[in-house]
Structure formats: structure tokens, C-alpha cells
């Protein structure tokens, strides 16, 4: 296509026009690649939010972007700092696009100046700051909203023309355009006409555009329901806030050559506003703040003097020992080497404030495993005795801004960001941007009110949305992956009309950027004003007045680092305030100041008395009294205690490790190997001496890397990669590194089948696996026909099923999941328990529940302890039955022997059959509000029935007879809807049966 037929989008909002543009980045990219257009521009309202994802979009699918925004200006002579309440309440549209690098620097300015100084109603800036700002920077005359235009449409025709000038003068003739665009409003035709007739009157060259708000032409109708969500309207009230005409699309090329065929030069002036722009935004290294470093000294070498004196008082005689003085040289090389040592310069001046300050900080996470961060007292935690990595932190393989988080008392964190911003300068410094979006749920309640459709309908179909856990998608609730899908909701959207029109707009909503917040504990830092790199927004609603840092980022975290700002995490932890109120109350009544420096935590053989203290400390460990000790106190882990019967801090440490899914498997063997009654083990001799300290099992990711390192050839660096591939799970890595074991392994003395075994081991341990077990006659539900059927049956292959239903980990709900091995597990110790419902389990000691405290194992639990149980089986079986079939069904069951039970095939029906057969049964059967049968199967098999309708029923088991009764009413519509498939809020378990032979 020749320039001559071509043409550029140059007016264009995304979803960062909150609630107002309804394009996503990568679907509107995409659109203009698809339609052969050589570049696109953005121009959000009063905000560049999405500039660096859209420069990046474009970048990638070879699209050139143009940087802008649409600005609101203050009414003329109204400086941006005046708040008249009628003399200030209408500011005006004007688009501003970057020419170069100057000019996307005053947009930033602009932008920033407009959220920060002249917010009112709107972000605005006024016609003084715009030109002094004004270098680098393409103006049009705008849409209807804009300034000009205005002033034709009140009929201040000659005030219009003297803008006109006023425009030229601070751009420059070459910068300004008279801004066409063609909508089906007549006061926009109207504007056209007299800027053609004046078009004359100053030589201002004319460009045409639309003004985009949403991709295709077909998203209309979603876009005028996001107005809706915007304004708190219904869709039926004809006095809202709409959009008059349907073509604010992304027009294609011969569409807008049709419209302005008669204005030729305004469709290839986009084309050369589009080669005047050239912006880079590419990241270009690191802005840390600048630190100011003594006399004589640069950051690297006063790094290096103060870990040099910090290793003295660490370590004392023991500094020049080889181990000690390599790995520090080997921390500070790799330091200079990444370009990191004023990031630990500037941490170390944050806890040398703290300390001065007499602030309480604590470090998490993997900057433990630093030396350095240890001999500079950032850390207390002495890594070399502890066995932690460095490459843990800080690894050349995957270069990123290291991370040391910091919590400080919940009630001094303030104090400590608000010296940052002394320290750097408060234009250096800013707090961070966060952006909610419309989730499935939360479109489905939005896209309900704009309908105006009834409460209880909008809210019956929410609630088939789990609230918890990850936020589940459209396309995956009601796609055909039994993983995946919500069956109940798939169901609704199906049958239920009302359901499919709310779901159908609410789904084209998801996802869209609805609000901004701020971040709860990270700050960016730079070496410069942060409106040198960053546009900055005013605090979001719901910050604190009194906040120690008055400016937001308009970029999240992710694109803040990614540009090369220091992110630096304050947190703030009550747990710090509690535990220095704690020490001040034992110093004011006993005398004795402790601090997190001199807490005892190991005995002393010099100092008795300290010794005795902390042998007291563990035995009330392993009594289990630790109300209040932070990650100690709840149910399950004071249980665990007291089994463990701690004698050594890293006994904690380890418990704390193993204390999750999957790890948790191994705490009894860790507490009998612990005690002597079990013998460690160890798959190949060289895991000894990195798995002794725990006992044979693998407890932290640090002895994956050393696993992979000393056994199988890797690098620290590569065993960190590694560590990081399995723990993400993709199976590609895994093999990859599953072959490398296999291959390496007998060069380092280890076999093939052992290199595979230990493979397993740790990727259970980073999967955080189940490995449940129950008894043969256990039945599980086929979660396509819903049939169920028998454990014992699928390991000895007289029944197959693909998908039964399981319990999703990360949201807590019951779901299709599928059946990836059935084994036969020999014999084995089992324990039964009898819930409130009556409902009977039978599995080993290992088998996990979810609890109060999280998950236990079923040996752990006791008489009283409250489980999670399904409030609904979502499953739907497929087969029809007649009437008379059910009604026979029935009858017989409630007449027949006391070894009844519901035949397979009742399993498979649909719902609606199965409420007319128990419907029947209860008509049949019913005395005082309760069934009695003689089958105790048939009990256990209508209860699980009931489930399915969402009725929960309770089972009383007699000697001769067992009693069933309904906890709830019986529904009186169709169970298709149903109830949400979370855990029902905790049966109380009644009976705890000592283990016995399978």
C-alpha cells in the first residue's frame, strides 16, 4: 500500500482511559497489525499509565508507536491551581503527542504536573505550564471537547481563530494541526465544516482521526455497558452518559479514506506526523540513587571496607580463614560484576538509620544467604553456619535487581520510608501504583447492575464463582477442561437464558483495568527526579493523609523495575511491635534488655545460666505453648511441636519448612528419624553430608542446589536455575533437567535409576504433592457420568475412568481433576472417622485434610477437630429416566431387604432425575421429618446424592437400621444453579477409630 492509501490512528484510548476506553493493549495491537497499519498512537486521558506496554506491544508485533495522551486544560486565564467551584468545574480535551525524547520528557512532566498540582474533577494543567512545556510535543485542536472546538460550538468564533494563533505560537506552525474527525454527531460535522473554511486563515494543516475507544465495531454495545459500570447508570435510562454514535472502532485504512477522500492531505498528514515522532523507550540500565560515599572512596571499595570491618566483628580470629575470606571475595566480585554495590550501600544506610533509630527490622527471604549482607549487619542470620547460598540471592544466570525485604514494626514504618525520602530527596522518591481489574465475579455483579436485572438473579449467578483462591477465567470456567471448568456455572450458561445474556457481557468485560490503589509496601527510588523517567500520579484513594510520600508512580512495580528503578520494600510486621514491648516490660520489671541481637536462641556451654533458658524455651516448645509465637501458634503446628519435642533451633526452622502440602507427609518420619526411632536413610552416600542436618529429607531449596551441584555437576548459579525450573513445574524444564541427572550422574558416582529417584524426591518436594491413600472400597465419583465406582476396581483394571472429582489446592473448591495413576499400595495401617454428618472415612495416617489450621493429616487429628467437607458435588450425569421407571425405582428400595442400594446406572442421571427419586423415596419413607432404612449403603448413597442437589443431610447409624434427615429445606426449583462448590464451613468430626490393618 502506497503512503498515498495509507493512514495512522493518532486519537486512540485504551483501558487506561479508566472505565472509559475499553481497548486492551494487546488486542488493539494486534487489530492495527492485522489491518496493515505502520504505526498507532496513545492518548489516554490525563494519564500515561499504559505507555510502556504499548510501546512495547508495538515493538514487538512491528507496529512504530506514537506516544501521547489527551490532557485536560484549564479554561483560559484559570491557573491549574485554582478550585472554583463553577469557574473551574469544565476543563478541556487537548491531544499532545511526543515528537522525540524531549519531547515524551515533558509529557511526563505535563502528566505528572496535571495529577499532582492541578487536580480538580480531572488531572489539568493550564495554558502557562503547557508552554513551558511545550518543546518536542505535536497539539491538535482536539475533539468536542476540546478548547477550539468549544468555542466555534458557543459562537466566540473570533476567540476561537486568536487560539488557533496562540496554539502556533507555543508549538510552532509545524506542530499544530486542526484535529477532523467523522462520528455520527451533527455538531461535529458542524466543527468540520468551519475548520475547512478557516482552515486558511493561519495555514494550520488539517489531520484526520477517530477517536478510538474500543477495537471493533461490534464492542459497541460492551463499551456503552463499561459507561454504565463508570457512572453508576442502567443502560435503560436514556439520560445517562452515551456515546451517540457507534463508530468509535478502530477504523480500517479504506474506511477512513472513504470518509475524508475529499481532504486528502488530513489522511496523509498522520502519515507524517507519524514519521516526525520518534521516541525510545527502551530500558537503558539501572537509575539507583546515588549514594554519597566518604572522601577517597568509590561505592565498590567502600562496600568492600565496610564488609572488611563487619567480617572482624562477625567472625573475629576467624576472618582470614579461607572459606570465610573466599566467599566474601567471591560475593563482592559477583556484586561489582551485576552493578549492585550501591543497592547493598543503600540498604546497609536504611538499617544503620534503623539501628540509630532504635527501630526493630527483620530480613526475610533469600538475602539471608548473603555474607556480605551479614558482615554489614543487614542480616543477623550467619549464613556459612547455616548453610545458606548465596546464588540463592544474587544469581549472574538470571540477572535482576536484587530483593531484600525488610519488615519493620507496623508502627515505626513510617518513620523509615519518610528517611528514605530525606535521605534521596521526596522528588526521588514515590510509592507504587497498583491496578484492579474486573474479574469474572465482579463483571458478572458490574455487568448485572448496568442491566438493572434483579439482585438475587445476579447474585445466584455470582455465587457459582468461587471467591477464593485464583481468580478463575471465562474461558476456563466454562471451557470443556474437566481441570478447568465450573460445571455448575457451564450449566447455567446453557440452559439459563437470563444467565447467558449476563455472562456473555461480563465475560467481554473481564479483565478490563478498573481503578488504581497504591501498593502496600513498596517505594521506587531513583538517582533523579522520578519525573525524569516515570510520570507520577497523585495519592490513590484510600491512602493515608498522613503518608510519608505524596507522590504514586503511574507505572506498576513490574514496569518500574523493568525501566531499571530500585524497588525497596518496607513491611511492615506487628509481630516486631508486640516482641519489643514484650522485651521493654521484661526490662522495666526484671532488669535485663534484650534486643533481636541478644534474644538467646542456642546454648551457651560458657554462660549456665543462658544455657538453662534456652533449654527451657524448647521444653515449652514441646509442650506445645506458643500462643502468640509467630508461624508456632496455630492448632496444628503446636500439635507437631509437641510429636517433634524440639531440642535445637534448626529443629524449628526444619518444622516450619515441612509444615505445607506435600512436605507435611514427612513430619512424623522427621520426628521419629528426630528421636531414634526410625533409621535415616539416604539414597546415594553423598546426600549424607547435605541432608544429616535434616535427617534424610529434603527440607530446603538450598539443598536442591546442592544436590544438583555436588552430585550431578552443576554450577551453584545453574542448581539455582534448576531449583527455579522444577519449583515452576513446566515439563520441558523438568525433563530437561530429569535427563541431565540421568546423564551426569554416573560421572559424579551416581547410577541412572538412583539419579532418577532423587529427581523424584525433589520435584515432590518443590510440587508439594499429596501422596493420599485410601482403602479398596473406597468409591470415587466419575466426574463425567457421575457414576461412582471403586477404588480397588480401577487398580485392578475392571473399571477406568479419565476424571473424578478432587479438590482444587490454590481455591479450595471441588472440581473435575484427572486420574493420572491408581496403584495397589500393599497393606498398610488405616484410620476410620465418623463425621457429624455421619459420613465415613477410611484412609491411612497420611491423608490430608483441610482444617481451621490448614492442612493435617488424618493421624494427627482427634476426636472433636473440625474437617472441611463439599457443601455440593458438582457433577452432572447424562442419562433420562420416565416417570414410572423412578416411581418403580422407588418403591422397591423402601419394600426390599436390608441390603438394598441404588443400582449403578442411578449414578449416571441427570439431577432433575434424581430429585424426583428422592423426591419419591421421602413420600414413600418419611416419619417425622426423617427416613429410616435398613441399608446402611442406601443411606451413605442418598446422602452423597443430596449433595448433588446441594442438600446436606446427616446419617445415623443404628445396630439394625440408620436414620437420615435433611439439615436444610428441600429445593423448590431446578438444582441445576445449585449451591457453591465451597468447602462446607466444617463438619465436626464425632469419632476417631485407632488404626488397624487394611
Not at 296 to 316: D, I, K, N
Not at 318 to 347: K, N, Q, S
Amino acid at each position: 500500500m502506497s503512503d498515498a492509501e495509507n493512514f495512522v490512528h493518532l486519537h486512540v484510548h485504551t483501558e487506561f482511559s479508566l472505565l472509559d476506553g475499553l481497548s486492551q493493549i494487546k488486542k488493539l495491537v494486534g487489530r492495527a497489525k492485522e489491518l496493515g497499519m505502520p504505526a498507532l498512537a496513545i492518548t489516554d486521558h490525563g494519564a500515561m499509565f499504559g505507555v510502556i506496554d504499548f510501546y512495547r506491544a508495538c515493538r514487538a508485533a512491528g507496529i512504530k508507536p506514537i506516544i501521547g495522551m489527551e490532557a485536560y486544560i484549564t479554561p483560559w486565564g484559570r491557573s491549574m491551581r485554582d478550585r472554583d467551584s463553577e469557574l473551574d468545574a469544565r476543563s478541556a480535551h487537548l491531544l499532545l503527542l511526543a515528537r522525540n525524547q524531549t519531547g515524551y520528557k515533558n509529557l511526563l512532566k505535563l502528566a505528572s504536573a496535571a495529577q499532582l498540582e492541578g487536580y480538580y474533577r480531572n488531572p489539568r494543567i493550564d495554558h502557562e505550564f503547557l508552554a513551558q512545556h511545550a518543546e518536542g510535543l505535536i497539539a491538535t485542536s482536539g475533539c468536542l471537547a476540546a478548547e477550539i472546538p468549544r468555542l466555534v460550538e458557543e459562537g466566540r468564533e473570533d476567540e476561537a481563530l486568536q487560539r488557533i494563533g496562540w496554539y502556533q505560537d507555543v508549538f510552532g506552525r509545524d506542530n499544530f494541526f486542526l484535529e477532523l474527525q467523522h462520528h455520527d454527531i451533527e455538531q461535529l460535522h458542524a466543527l468540520n465544516r468551519w475548520l475547512l473554511a478557516h482552515q486558511r486563515y493561519a495555514q494550520v494543516p488539517l489531520v484526520a482521526t477517530n477517536d478510538v475507544h474500543y477495537v471493533l465495531a461490534e464492542d459497541y454495545d460492551i463499551h456503552d455497558t463499561l459507561l454504565c459500570i463508570q457512572t453508576s447508570s442502567v443502560k435503560a435510562d436514556r439520560n445517562r452518559l452515551r456515546f451517540e454514535s457507534q463508530s468509535f472502532h478502530l477504523r480500517s485504512i479504506p474506511e477512513m479514506w472513504e470518509l475524508f477522500h475529499h481532504v486528502p492531505e488530513a489522511l496523509t498528514n498522520t502519515l507524517l506526523i507519524a514519521e516526525m515522532c520518534d521516541v525510545n523507550l527502551d530500558s537503558d540500565g539501572y537509575h539507583l540513587p546515588v549514594f554519597p560515599v566518604p572522601e577517597g572512596f568509590t561505592p565498590a571499595t567502600y562496600l568492600r571496607h565496610l564488609c572488611e570491618r563487619g567480617l572482624r566483628w562477625r567472625y573475629g580470629a576467624r576472618a582470614d580463614e579461607p572459606a570465610v575470606r573466599g566467599r566474601l571475595d567471591y560475593e563482592l566480585h559477583i556484586i561489582h560484576e551485576m552493578g549492585f554495590d550501591t543497592y547493598f550501600l543503600i540498604v546497609w544506610d536504611l538499617c544503620e538509620f534503623a539501628r540509630h533509630a532504635d527501630i526493630w527490622w527483620n530480613v526475610r527471604g533469600s538475602g539471608a544467604g548473603s555474607l556480605a549482607a551479614y558482615c554489614l549487619g543487614i542480616t543477623n542470620i550467619d549464613p556459612l553456619t547455616n548453610g545458606l547460598l548465596f546464588e540463592r540471592f544474587l544469581n549472574p544466570g538470571r540477572v535482576s535487581m536484587p530483593d531484600i525485604d525488610l519488615d519493620f514494626p507496623e508502627d515505626r514504618r513510617a518513620e523509615m520510608i519518610q528517611y528514605c525520602a530525606q535521605k534521596y530527596g521526596e522528588d526521588k522518591v514515590a510509592a507504587i501504583i497498583t491496578f484492579g481489574t474486573l474479574g469474572s465475579k465482579a463483571a458478572i455483579r458490574d455487568v448485572g447492575r448496568a442491566l438493572d436485572m434483579p439482585p438475587t438473579e445476579v447474585d445466584r449467578i455470582a455465587r457459582l464463582i468461587p471467591s477464593a483462591g485464583k481468580p478463575i477465567k471465562f474461558e476456563d470456567a466454562l471451557s470443556d477442561d474437566p481441570e478447568k471448568a465450573l460445571p455448575d456455572l457451564k450449566a447455567a450458561y446453557e440452559n439459563d437464558p437470563t444467565a447467558r445474556r449476563l455472562i456473555d457481557v461480563a465475560r467481554q468485560l473481564e479483565g478490563i483495568t478498573r481503578h488504581a490503589s497504591t501498593h502496600a509496601a513498596g517505594v521506587i527510588v531513583a538517582d533523579k527526579p522520578l519525573v525524569e523517567y516515570i510520570p507520577l500520579h497523585r495519592p490513590t484513594k484510600g491512602s493515608a493523609e498522613d503518608a510519608p510520600v505524596k507522590m504514586v508512580t503511574q507505572f506498576p512495580m513490574e514496569t518500574c523495575e523493568s525501566i531499571g528503578l530500585l524497588k525497596v520494600d518496607f513491611l511492615g510486621l506487628s509481630t516486631l511491635t508486640i516482641m519489643r514491648k514484650a522485651c521493654e516490660l521484661i526490662e522495666h520489671y526484671h532488669g535485663v534488655h534484650y534486643d533481636l541481637s541478644n534474644i538467646p536462641y542456642r546454648p551457651d556451654p560458657n554462660d549456665p545460666e543462658k544455657t538453662r533458658m534456652v533449654e527451657e524455651m524448647f521444653a515449652m516448645l514441646g509442650r506445645g505453648e506458643t500462643v502468640g509465637v509467630f508461624q508456632l501458634e496455630s492448632q496444628g503446628m503446636r500439635r507437631m511441636l509437641t510429636d517433634m519435642r524440639p531440642t535445637r533451633f534448626e529443629h524449628i526452622v526444619a518444622g516450619i519448612a515441612l509444615y505445607r502440602p506435600g512436605p507435611m507427609e514427612y513430619i512424623p518420619s522427621y520426628n521419629r528419624r528426630l528421636h531414634g526411632e526410625e533409621p535415616v536413610e539416604y539414597k546415594h552416600e553423598k546426600l549424607r553430608s547435605i541432608l544429616e542436618e535434616t535427617y534424610g529429607i529434603i527440607v530446603y531449596q538450598e539443598q536442591i542446589m546442592q544436590i544438583g551441584a555436588e552430585l550431578f555437576g552443576y554450577s551453584l548459579g545453574e542448581a539455582d536455575l534448576m531449583r527455579r525450573a522444577v519449583s515452576k513445574k513446566k515439563k520441558e524444564d523438568l525433563l530437561k533437567h530429569r535427563t541431565t541427572f540421568i546423564e551426569r550422574g554416573p560421572q559424579h558416582g551416581v547410577d541412572p535409576d538412583t539419579a532418577n529417584a532423587i529427581f523424584d524426591d525433589i520435584e515432590f518436594f518443590a510440587r508439594y504433592g499429596f501422596n493420599k491413600c485410601v482403602v479398596a472400597d473406597t468409591e470415587i465419583v466419575d466426574a463425567v457420568s457421575g457414576r461412582l465406582v471403586r477404588v480397588g476396581d480401577l487398580a485392578m483394571g475392571v473399571a477406568t475412568i479419565e476424571h473424578t472429582l478432587t479438590c482444587d489446592l490454590d481455591r479450595l473448591t471441588i472440581q473435575s481433576g484427572p486420574v493420572t495413576q491408581v496403584m495397589f499400595n500393599g497393606v498398610r495401617p488405616v484410620y476410620r472417622l465418623t463425621t457429624q454428618l455421619g459420613r465415613m472415612i477410611t484412609a491411612t495416617a497420611n491423608h490430608p485434610f483441610y482444617t481451621f489450621e490448614g492442612w493435617r493429616l488424618l493421624g494427627e487429628l482427634r476426636v472433636g477437630d473440625s474437617i472441611a467437607v463439599p457443601r455440593r458435588i458438582p457433577v452432572e450425569g447424562r442419562t433420562e429416566w420416565p416417570e414410572h421407571r423412578i416411581i418403580a425405582l422407588a418403591d422397591s428400595l423402601i419394600l426390599d431387604c436390608p441390603t438394598s442400594a441404588f443400582p449403578d446406572e442411578v449414578f449416571g442421571l441427570r439431577n432433575s432425575c434424581i430429585e424426583r427419586l428422592l423426591r419419591r423415596l421421602w413420600q414413600r419413607g418419611i416419619g417425622d421429618g426423617q427416613l429410616t432404612l435398613a441399608s446402611r449403603r442406601l443411606a451413605q448413597q442418598i446422602q452423597h446424592l443430596w449433595l448433588r442437589l446441594g442438600v446436606l443431610c446427616r446419617v445415623q447409624h443404628g445396630r439394625n437400621s440408620c436414620v437420615i434427615a435433611c439439615l436444610n429445606d428441600l429445593p423448590q426449583v431446578s438444582f441445576r444453579g445449585g449451591q457453591p462448590d465451597l468447602p462446607h464451613p466444617h463438619s465436626a468430626l464425632t469419632r476417631l477409630v485407632a488404626p488397624s490393618p487394611a
